[in-house]
């Protein structure tokens, strides 16, 4: 199944992608004025790749335009693009320069992603199988490629993209929310003197009942380890240490040894 690419040369080409996959002999690079009948991801597509483009794409292959979105006015589309350009939709990428940024896809991810979205994923498992974090593409972007190769038209891929991303903007505004409250309750505990003893270790009072009573028992070891032999002396003030130790569960049931 043919594979193309026309090379604008933007980016690094020892960090290029489609570079790659054309020295391992799995992609031709076309020169600008070269047609291509097969599907091309392009900016300059009108609608999305789907699961329609089954019939062009084991006709005619693939292709991608390996360009910097920031250099898009150097690049002379009247002359490469054609009726087959398409749009790709929300996938999110996976190789080393932009890993996790959505949209960010570079040449043999555009590529994998129109095999896998045309019904050909071992097509696109074979591209993606040159690269180290290959396999991490389809492992992160599963569920949305699986449901984009359901669906029968490039409205129905859209729709499924718009819907996910509705889903997105859900999910982080109810976690903003959750946030937001968590922050207020944080505010409530720390003004409302009726809740002080979620900061207090235990009452005052009860510190000063706890010394009273330790000093009373430390007093009293105290004369009976002076009736005691000299050669006893040692075992008898660790015991008095042990004695004189208290153990105090404040009321939030934190434990505590007073000593």
Request: net charge negative; charged share 35%; aromatic share 8%.
């Amino acid at each position: 199944m043919p594979v193309v690419m026309w090379d604008f040369k933007h980016c690094d080409p020892k960090r290029c992608s489609g570079v790659k996959l054309a020295k391992c002999r799995m992609l031709k690079t076309l020169k600008v004025g070269q047609r291509f009948r097969g599907i091309v991801a392009s900016p300059e597509g009108k609608q999305a790749v789907s699961p329609a483009d089954r019939a062009t794409v084991e006709a005619y292959g693939a292709g991608v335009v390996d360009c910097s979105w920031a250099k898009l006015d150097e690049v002379p589309f009247a002359k490469i693009k054609g009726p087959t350009d398409r749009l790709l939709p929300y996938l999110v990428a996976t190789n080393p320069v932009n890993y996790g940024k959505p949209w960010k896809l570079n040449c043999a991810e555009a590529l994998a992603a129109i095999f896998y979205i045309t019904g050909f994923p071992e097509h696109g498992e074979e591209l993606l199988s040159k690269f180290k974090w290959g396999h991490a593409f389809y492992e992160v972007n599963a569920g949305l490629l699986n449901r984009y190769a359901k669906c029968k038209d490039s409205t129905e891929v859209v729709q499924v993209q718009n819907d996910y991303l509705a889903s997105l903007e859900k999910k982080k505004d109810a976690s903003d929310e959750e946030e937001n409250s968590d922050e207020d309750e944080d505010d409530l505990l720390f003004h409302n003197p009726n809740r002080q003893t979620a900061f207090t270790a235990y009452d005052s009072d009860d510190d000063e009942d706890d010394e009273e009573s330790d000093e009373e028992e430390s007093d009293e070891e105290e004369d009976d380890n002076e009736d005691e032999d000299d050669e006893h002396d040692e075992d008898k003030e660790s015991s008095v240490d042990q004695h004189a130790s208290k153990v105090i569960v404040d009321k939030l049931g934190n434990t505590h040894i007073v000593a």
